[in-house]
T-cell receptor
Framework: GQQLNQSPQSMFIQEGEDVSMNCTSS?????WLWYKQDPGEGPVLLIA?????ELTSNGRLTAQFGITRKDSFLNISASIPSDVGIYFC????????????FGAGTILRVKS | DAGVTQSPTHLIKTRGQHVTLRCSPI?????VSWYQQVLGQGPQFIFQ???????GRGNFPDRFSARQFPNYSSELNVNALLLGDSALYLC????????????FGPGTRLLVL
């Protein structure tokens, strides 16, 4: 089953609004990754976080590695229609030989 | 440069049949990982191969097997298909087997009837 819990499950927001989503786990992760998946495509890496407390930006996207190492947050500023998609958090989990485990995703829908 | 390619794009099988899915990694990448993504969920790790050797296996039954060829391409085989095997099967490649960024292909959508 999924090791990572993402919330919200889905969001329907107005174009131009800021978006926040998060990912939590009962286990400690040493790396947090945020992916976006468009329909008919594989996931694409947006941001990688490697250090507790780290705050990293990629254009309108900003992600933070929680200081407890059990959570991470992704923010999208001034959303646009092409932000539509499914956002996944992921991390290498020690129980699986450091192979990636993914959350169930947050579905983002934008009203234009 | 071409990204990760997978074939076929779509496949329909019936219960009990066998299926082979193929993946070609990005040129220069030596590691291939396979994931299963059931509708409404995130990808779940199945296998990782590096330099033709299995480097990791997820919690999947022995009906699932894979191999990597000298050119680093890979095949995922699933025997005795069940309805629950219906999913998007994703292949990801990376240069090495550790912390390197994994690049995903578009996936093969398998429907088992």
């Amino acid at each position: 089953g999924q090791q990572l819990n993402q919330s919200p499950q889905s969001m329907f927001i107005q174009e131009g609004e800021d978006v926040s989503m998060n990912c939590t786990s009962s286990s400690i992760f040493n790396t947090w990754l945020w992916y976006k998946q468009d329909p008919g495509e594989g996931p694409v890496l947006l941001i990688a976080l490697y250090k507790a407390g780290e705050l990293t930006s990629n254009g309108r996207l900003t992600a933070q590695f929680g200081i407890t190492r059990k959570d991470s947050f992704l923010n999208i500023s001034a959303s646009i229609p092409s932000d539509v998609g499914i956002y996944f958090c992921a991390g290498p989990h020690m129980e699986y030989g450091n192979k990636l485990v993914f959350g169930a995703g947050t579905i983002l829908r934008v009203k234009s | 440069d071409a990204g990760v390619t997978q074939s076929p794009t779509h496949l329909i099988k019936t219960r009990g049949q066998h299926v082979t899915l193929r993946c070609s990694p990005i040129s220069g990448h030596k590691s291939v990982s396979w994931y299963q993504q059931v509708l409404g969920q995130g990808p779940q790790f199945i296998f990782q191969y590096y330099e033709k050797e299995e480097r990791g296996r997820g919690n999947f039954p022995d009906r699932f097997s894979a191999r990597q060829f000298p050119n680093y391409s890979s095949e995922l085989n699933v025997n005795a298909l069940l309805l629950g095997d219906s999913a998007l099967y994703l292949c990801a490649s990376s240069w090495g087997s550790a912390r390197e960024t994994q690049y995903f292909g578009p996936g093969t959508r398998l429907l088992v009837l």
